[in-house]
Structure formats: C-alpha cells, structure tokens
C-alpha cells in the first residue's frame, strides 16, 4: 500500500491524494458504498463500477456471522465472493460486537475470544482475533509482508 499527497490546501490542510492498493488505485477523498453483508442493496458490483466506484467496503463483524468464513474461503475468497476485482476495505467488527452486544444480544468477552449471542441460527458465535483473516487468508499475508517490506 502507498499513499501520495498530490495537493494540500495550505489554509486548511484539506488534502487530495492517491492510494496505491493490490487491486488498483483510489483518488482520496472518494466516496465508499458500504456493503454490510458485502453487496450494495439494488446494485451490483457492475452498477457500482459503472458509476465509478473504486473501493467498496465491507462489514466483518456480518461476513463473519453469515455466509461465514468457510463459504467465503470455499468461494474463493472475499473479491470473488463480492463479484469485485478493486480494492476492499473491511472493519474490525469491533463496534458491531459492543453495540450489539448491549440490550437483547448478549456479548461474552474471554481472554481469547468473544463469545456472541447469535443473530441468526446458532446461539453463540466465537469470533477471535484471526476471525478477519479468515473471511480471505491473504489478506493478513499481504499485510505481514508489506510491514516486513516498510521496516526495512
């Protein structure tokens, strides 16, 4: 990942820039559609091309809930299971696992894991801190090398 500065306002600091990612590059600022379960509703991933998007952004905490890990890994992982060749951007999940945790939900947290009321089928839900890298295992590869790569 490389990110430029092509301009900066000098009174306020406003920037413009580019980011260089694995799938392709973005012109910041842009405009990210969120796709929670990782499609935008009455778009497909062709549309949200069409109309220039260039980055789309997914929800862990619910990729991780439902499909799950192993469809979207069986799939052949995150772009191919999103029908999106460009760049990606994913949370933590960590503000789904405290808001939802609060009220109806319940949220149990151990040394090593979450322990999640189930939305859906299953009562509880184990998520970790390797949850993320299983929705698409290259993704913590990637980002190890390229910490490797800038340490040097």
Known sequence: MKFEI?????????RAGTISLPHGKVETPSFVPVGTQASVKALSSQELKEIGV???????????????A???????????????DGPIMTDSGGFQV????LG?????????????????????ENASPVCAGKLDPSVPIRRLRMT????K
């Open 104 to 124: 109806k939900l319940k949220l149990k947290i151990e040394k090593e894991k979450l322990k999640i009321a189930g939305r859906y089928e299953t009562p509880y």
């Open 98 to 101: 405290f808001s939802l945790g």
């Open 148 to 151: 490797f790569k800038e340490s």
């Open 54 to 68: 260039k980055i789309f952004f997914g929800n862990t905490y619910h990729l991780f809930l439902r499909p799950g």
């Open 70 to 84: 192993q469809v979207i890994q069986k799939l052949g992982g995150i772009h191919k299971f999103m029908g999106w």
């Open 6 to 14: 092509l301009i900066k306002d000098r009174q306020s600091n406003a």
